[in-house]
């Protein structure tokens, strides 16, 4: 389960320019630091940092909320977080992010971000600007800004084709979960493991087509069923908060997305099992590129994102994880969870800020 919160402290914050970039942030979070296994690359002084790029893409893209547009909206968080990551003291490589060099003209694949390459930390970057690019057009729930680094190396290089998941929290045994198993059979080793009966279960399911057997199979064995429009990272992320009631997520969604979620889970715990699949040679192709050889392999948590992992996220819309970004007389103000593997800690940051 998520870490006990500690008293919250308040902490003004100043940005490099001299603004008030946060009048305050009330930092809750688990200020119970394990012993030193703290990365030399991830210092203490970047976990903040990375609520502010994905502030400055929540903030954005929450101008373009319910106006139904996802392009622009995408297009608003991609060109803020680039701008707030070329600010940092880092040499950070996109390796996941809005597509390949001539599918995406900002945050490619393969893109050098920071303002200290072949100087600063070799950081690796996966990224997700604008989490729910329909839902935020729709102004619907729980679009987020995401963002995960670690060490060179450590972040799974994942093609954008689908990846079939299922992820569960923390406090069961080591592989309760197995993508070799049915659903039904997945549901009942989660039931016995809570000690409850499988239609206690309840799992988390985008809502698409493609998962209308997996759905039924669900339903047949009463267990429920949550169905999201968008946002699997977040649905992931949600089966670590008992407040959700949301036992395991199960289905297909991008494969980026499960590295990003994959990086939250290691920081607070659970567990994960991937497999990409492929509709036709073009993206077997495109695996082979990234260095994908094995084409059936079932990947655990740590072979997506393994080391020491940050992970940030701010609310664009409200949602179970983080409110959205609100506005009002002379002032904004927004919430983020920014999580570290090495230490186990959670900070909820809430963000004020000036409205010149």
Known sequence: MWPKWESPDNVSMVDSGGRAA?????IIGAFHEMQQTTSHMLDRVLVLEMVRVTEAAAIAASTLV?????????????????????????DGTVVIGEGERDEAPMLFIGEKVGAAQGKGPKIDIALDPLEGTTITAKAGPNALAVLAVAEEGCLLNAPDVYMDKIAVGPGYPEGVIDLNRTPTENVNAIAAAKGVAPHEIIACVLDRPRHEALIAELREIGC?????????????IATTNPDTTIDVYMGSGGAPEGVLACAALRCVGGQFK??????????RARARKWGIQDLDKVYDLTEL???DCIFAATGVTDGSLLQGVKRMKGKMTTESVVMRAS????????????LD
């Open 66 to 90: 319910g106006r139904g547009d996802e392009k622009a909206a995408d297009a608003a968080a991609v060109e803020a977080m680039r701008d707030a990551l070329n600010k940092l003291w880092l």
């Open 22 to 26: 946060y009048r305050r942030e009330q």
């Open 305 to 307: 994102a393994r080391g």
């Open 224 to 236: 429920g069923v949550m169905l999201i429009g968008d946002g699997d990272v977040a649905g992931v």
């Open 343 to 354: 230490s186990g800690t959670v900070r909820w940051v809430k963000g004020e800020h000036r």
């Open 274 to 283: 991937g497999r990409l699949l492929f509709r036709n040679d073009d993206e």
